[in-house]
């Protein structure tokens, strides 16, 4: 900051109390008061902001004000997920130079009420709302095309959400064209009880019968 007398003084990282003081021992050091007393008002905190990305609502930068707050206080104060937003937040911060990323599970903080996992933010980090994942289905369904992917969502829940079988349909010989880490595609002969994963491509074959 700039004060009179002394031209700029570093403040950075400072408390309040902490940089009257500062600023009054360098007015005292150089001659210009005898004793001073300094009073300082924040009227705004520019850099204290943290970014908020992705599928919410209002995404935008928005300061960090009350004392300390978490990720989930800075979600609601961007209207929350929207239609295409997931379970989950990236939390990317920069600590000394060291740049991490933290998946944050909302949901299971939400529904096992577990606080303890909300990660506190400080000033300049960054939260990106991740999109939900999705999977496919096609073949002999009613409404075949891409659909929001559920927790825990086995072959079955998938085969409800497209609507069922068509009068053509059989649940038998279902296969699942699946991605591996290295981008390739395989294929599943897959069950009911089965679990869906993201991207998963489900197949629902014609009966013969």
């Known amino acids: 900051m700039t004060f009179p007398l002394l031209g700029q003084v570093e403040v950075g990282g400072l408390t309040v109390p902490e940089a009257e003081k500062k600023i009054g021992g360098l007015l005292e050091k150089g001659g210009y008061v005898r004793k001073a007393q300094v009073n300082l008002i924040v ?3 520019a850099s204290a902001q943290v970014s908020v990305l992705g599928m919410v609502n209002r995404p935008g930068r928005y300061p960090l004000e009350g004392g300390k707050r978490g990720v989930m206080d800075m979600l609601a104060q961007a209207g929350g997920f929207n239609a295409d937003g997931g379970d989950t937040v990236t939390l990317v911060r920069n600590r000394n130079g060291q740049v991490t990323k933290t998946v ?3 949901v299971d903080i939400v529904r096992n009420g577990a606080m303890d996992k909300d990660m506190e933010l ?3 980090d960054v939260i990106y709302a991740e999109r939900s994942p999705h999977f496919y289905i096609y073949g002999e369904v009613q409404r075949p095309g891409s659909f929001r992917l559920e927790r825990q969502m086995t072959v079955a829940q ?4 497209g609507g069922g079988l068509t009068p053509r349909g059989t649940e038998r010989g279902t296969r699942i064209k699946r ?3 290295d981008g390739s595609m395989h294929v599943v002969d897959a069950k009911a009880d089965d679990l869906v994963q993201t991207d998963d491509v489900i197949y629902i074959k014609e009966s013969w019968f």
Request: charged letters at 10%; hydrophobic letters at 50%.
């Open 43 to 45: 009227s705004q905190v």
């Open 104 to 106: 944050v599970d909302v």
């Open 122 to 124: 400080a000033p300049g």
């Open 158 to 161: 998938a085969l409800a959400v």
């Open 179 to 181: 991605r591996n880490g």
